[in-house]
Nanobody
Framework: QVQVVESGGDSVQPGGSLRLSCAVS????????MHWYRQGPGYQRVYVAQ????????VYADSVKGRFTISRDNFENTGYLQMNNLRPEDAGWYYC???????????????WGRGTQVTVSS
């Protein structure tokens, strides 16, 4: 069973930075895409960013463009979310969703981690 583990969450002041990691283990296929989502207290999970694992092409939610950068390390099977100039509205639990193309028929299976918490307050 593929395992997805987020880390790097912490408490920072507005304007601060954090780097979240999403580590993948027990991979039984090929990663095709990684997504980051945020869920604030009392809110639904919202999309933050995604990266195509093969090409490195990225897509961001408008609210984080220019402040967040998603990246990946193909060799280490780890994804990252660099968050700069954090705002109070960025606070919440951050979740990594992984899409894996799985043999023998390349069916794409999605896996979620348990999240890492980010707090932004002065």
């Amino acid at each position: 069973q593929v395992q997805v583990v987020e880390s790097g969450g912490d408490s920072v002041q507005p304007g601060g930075s954090l780097r979240l990691s999403c580590a993948v283990s027990k991979l039984d296929g090929r990663i095709t895409r990684m997504h980051w989502y945020r869920q604030g207290p009392g809110y639904q999970r919202v999309y933050v960013a995604q990266i195509d694992w093969a090409t490195g092409r990225t897509v961001y939610a408008d609210s984080v463009k220019g402040r967040f950068t998603i990246s990946r390390d193909n060799f280490e099977n780890t994804g990252y979310l660099q968050m700069n100039n954090l705002r109070p509205e960025d606070a919440g639990w951050y979740y990594c969703e992984l899409e894996v193309s799985t043999p023998p028929n390349d069916r794409v299976i999605k896996y979620w981690g348990r999240g890492t918490q980010v707090t932004v307050s002065s």
